[in-house]
């Protein structure tokens, strides 16, 4: 595709449900990187992966906040026993290398927990 | 880590105004300045950048600035459309990886 793939573009869950949110980066980047972007925030930071490194996961909030890329393409971000507290869109983005380039995000994944 | 304070939180222009939104960050390391555009329901959009080995760089009806010093850069629009009308956020970043601190975004409306 030619930009980055989020899925789903919304989500809602009951608290206490696992969710797992996809991001298809575009062909070829090297380094991914989620953020989550509560309303009327700025995103900030989760994780950055450089292929299937996860080089970064220090913007986590808690262990149940988990994040892989196995083959170094698609990513998933997994929360396990969701809280109201994580009801935010999730954003992924992509870029070529992993230093100073143009970071491209998609759309969003947006979650309500109920 | 990085820190990244953004003014005004909104912002509400005339069509053919000019306007100005200001960052400031707090770790002098930073060296990479992108500034992005948020429409309702999309990601955020890079629309220009500045290193820090630059003080000004200009894109048509845009311009970002650079005060290394001060640590701080702002954002010009000029000959503001409604179009222009989204959320803009300024962050940082320090060479090695690129993962930038964002700041908490400006709203930014233009009146036609």
């Known amino acids: 595709g030619a930009g980055v793939s989020q899925s789903p573009r919304y989500k809602v869950a009951k608290r206490g449900q696992d969710v797992a949110l996809r991001c298809d980066p575009i062909?070829?980047?090297?380094?991914l990187f989620w953020y989550q972007q509560a309303l009327g925030q700025g995103p900030e930071f989760l994780t950055y992966?450089?292929?299937?490194?996860?080089?970064?996961k220090s913007g986590l909030p808690s262990d149940r906040f988990f994040a892989e890329r196995p083959e170094g393409s698609v990513s998933t971000l997994k929360i396990q026993r969701t809280q109201q507290e994580d009801s935010a869109v999730y954003l992924c983005a992509s870029s070529l290398v992993g230093v100073e380039t143009e970071a491209f995000f998609g759309q969003g994944t947006r979650l309500t927990v109920v | 880590g990085e820190n990244v304070e953004q003014h005004p939180s909104t912002l509400s222009v005339q069509e053919g105004d000019s306007a100005v939104i200001k960052c400031t960050y707090s770790d002098s390391a930073s060296n990479y300045f992108p500034w992005y555009k948020q429409e309702l329901g999309k990601g955020p959009q890079l629309i220009i950048d500045?290193?820090?080995?630059?003080g000004e760089k200009k894109d048509q009806r845009i311009a970002v600035t650079l005060n290394k010093t001060a640590k701080h850069f702002s954002l010009h629009i000029t000959e503001t459309q409604p179009e222009d009308s989204a959320v803009y956020f300024c962050a940082a970043s320090k060479g090695g990886s690129y993962i930038p601190t964002f700041g908490r975004g400006t709203s930014l409306i233009v009146h036609p």
């Open positions: 062909s070829g980047h090297v380094s």
């Open positions: 500045i290193r820090s080995n630059v």
């Open positions: 992966f450089q292929n299937e490194a996860q080089l970064d």
